[in-house]
């Protein structure tokens, strides 16, 4: 696992400089591929809707599409008004990841709007499924590869990068540090960049290998 943690320090450099290299690059929308400007605005960490119910308990029929749209429509119009293009949508995989909704609330707005693979590991794993309890980070990654050369839940929706987080601490739970490696493989293969809500700072540094 250290080796892994190692491998994660590697990525982030390869993704801070290695993508200016890149003859191919486009960012990975719900509504497709796209090529973004320099001058664009973009909003690069928000929520349109979130379930904090835990994993065990969430349902997606306990929302409905519309009355969501309805009530978020008149905030999305606005930030058109303001000239931004680009909405990271940093909600994970069972804390109410809707991609289906994102799509509609894009075709409607012109919104170009980004949703994610990965798993929240913070709050003392509530948001894990169990099945992540038995996968090693080798199979959850085939997993979230699976997600980007596929679709997400059998759609054609694709994620544009890798959400994941871990509690803060000078040392990461075992699931957290699965939860890194399977993030870290998952960029090796795909080229998604990689987005790690780590509470407090000293949350990072375990995740780069230093533990110190």
Known sequence: M??????????????LFGCSQ????YIQSVTGRQSPLPSDTWLSHEH????????????PDLWEHEKVIEEVLPYILKLKDHGVKYFVEATPNFLGRDVVLLEKISKQTGLK??????????????YIPEYAYR?????????????????IGGTSIKPGFIKISVDASDTLH???QKLVA???LTH?????TIASHTGEAKGLWPQLGNTT
């Open 2 to 15: 250290k080796n892994l943690l190692k491998l994660l320090f590697i990525v982030v450099l390869l993704a």
């Open 22 to 25: 890149s003859k191919d690059l």
């Open 48 to 59: 349109i809707l979130v379930d904090f119910i835990g994993a065990d308990s969430i349902n």
């Open 113 to 126: 709007i980004l949703t994610n693979t990965g798993l929240y590991g913070a709050v003392d794993n509530k």
């Open 135 to 151: 996968k090693t980070a080798e199979e959850l990654s085939e997993m979230w590869i699976n997600e980007y050369e596929n679709g």
């Open 174 to 176: 075992s699931m957290h």
């Open 182 to 184: 399977a993030a870290a």
């Open 188 to 192: 090796l293969k795909t080229g998604l």
